[in-house]
C-alpha cells in the first residue's frame, strides 16, 4: 500500500510553467507504475502522464510540453510533473496515482487543481 500528496498547482496565464509534486509513502514503490492523470469539468478522467522503472510515457496533447520524473533516491519518494507552455485546454483537477504492476489496483491522491488562463 501506497499513500500520494499532491501539492503545487495554482493559476497561470497561457505559455507559462506549473510544477506538480507527489509524496509517495509506503513500501514497495518499486512495483508501482506513477502517473499524473486529470480531469476536466464535464469529462473524463485522462491519463497525462506515466513513469515505471525509468520508462516514461505521455498522452499526445502534452507531449514535449510536459516531463514526468521520479526522485526515489530517498526515503521518502517524489514524483514530479513539469509543465511548460501551459495552454488553457490543459485546465483541470491533476491527480497522482499509483497502479500495483501486478495486482493493478489503483490508489489516488486527493487532486490539485490547474487554471491556464488565456
Known amino acids: 500500500q501506497v499513500q500520494l500528496v499532491e501539492s503545487g498547482g495554482g493559476s497561470v496565464q497561457a505559455g507559462g510553467s506549473l510544477g506538480l509534486s507527489c509524496k509517495v509513502s509506503g513500501r514497495a514503490f518499486d512495483f508501482y507504475t506513477m502517473g499524473w492523470y486529470r480531469q476536466a469539468p464535464g469529462k473524463q478522467r485522462e491519463l497525462v502522464a506515466t513513469i515505471s522503472t525509468g520508462n516514461s510515457h505521455y498522452a499526445d496533447s502534452v507531449r514535449g510540453r510536459f516531463t514526468i520524473s521520479a526522485d526515489n533516491a530517498r526515503n521518502t519518494v517524489l514524483v514530479y510533473l513539469q509543465m511548460n507552455n501551459l495552454k488553457p485546454e490543459d485546465t483541470a483537477v491533476y491527480y497522482c496515482?499509483?497502479?500495483?504492476?501486478?495486482?493493478?489496483?489503483?490508489?489516488w491522491g486527493q487532486g490539485t487543481q490547474v487554471t491556464v488562463s488565456s
Open positions: 496515482n499509483a497502479q500495483h504492476n501486478f495486482l493493478r489496483t489503483n490508489t
